[in-house]
């Protein structure tokens, strides 16, 4: 692949439209807002600059990272810090040409160090709106479970969630994956499918794939976040691709977070080859050292991958949207478009 090439593509990657599924907005929180919002709120925060906040992000699995991202988030605490801290990453996504995302939240991160679920929701859905209004950027909230807390504590979490529950589209499952398995929140998901939310869970990002199994057949979920320890059961690769299920793949975070040694060893192309639909996405981009089109950059040139793949790619990220299937439809035409434009040129 010549440099002429590899031009082209990154103008195609930084072109195209495209959606995140797999996004924590608490993951966005860059280290100049953090100590803005240490100061304006007085949260004391262990470090004493930005630059030693940036060497201490340095994982080698996901609980390192998730000791400082629970800590980062503790300047968090105003209705308006997660206003500001949502519209940074819209702004900053906008210039992506990402228009569609479905964003994560932690609530009980916030609920247990006691600010109300209210202020946290009610913070991140005006930025949502406004972020509508401004970028045209439509939305889609997800509200995730903390796996390393009970079932009961989901349960709890859920009924603070019933005056928002129109608001919020699907339910997640996140944090400490080894030792916390799907089977573990049957119940609450359950209900949660009884309620009509959209379903997802990360699973095989650290854990095994008896932990994806789970999240399909337990947990029924509508799309699998991470999903890389699939590809280790022929059987349930056969099982995601004859179902259609969507993976939200974050080539970045699992670099940073040991899940792979280099990001040529990222699952995405293999995944495409497969028959996986795969998505590319930030997980969670200050932590990570990039947003969305730096993680399309980086699997492009490892991976050597094609402008037609880049289009899969981001026709995957709409098709495994909870979108209405009209929109999907009117951005895959639109995606087709713009490669045929590029094929031509
Ligand atoms: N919370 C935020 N990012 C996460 C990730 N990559 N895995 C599990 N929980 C998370
Ligand atoms: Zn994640």
Redesign the pocket.
Known sequence: MDSAYREKRDAFIAAVPKAELHL?I??SLEPEMMFALAERNGVTLPYASVEEVAAAYRFSN?QE??DL?YLGMQVLVEEQDFHDLTMAYLERVHRDNVDHVEV?F?PQGHTERGVPFDRVISGILRALADAEDRFGISSKLIM?FLRHLSEEAAFATLAEAEPWLDRIAGVGL????VGHPPEKFARVFAKCRDLGFKLVA?AG?EGPPDYVWQALDTLRIDRID?GNRALEDEALVERIVRDGYTLTV?PL?NLK?CVIDEIAASPVKTMLERGIKATVNS??PSYFGGYINDNYRAVANALDMTIEEIAILAANSYEGSFLEPSKILEKRAEIDRLLAMQTAA
């Open positions: 924590h608490e993951g996901l990272f998730l991202y994560f932690d995730c996140d944090s400490s994956e990360h990002e991470h974050c975070s977070l997980d969670d």
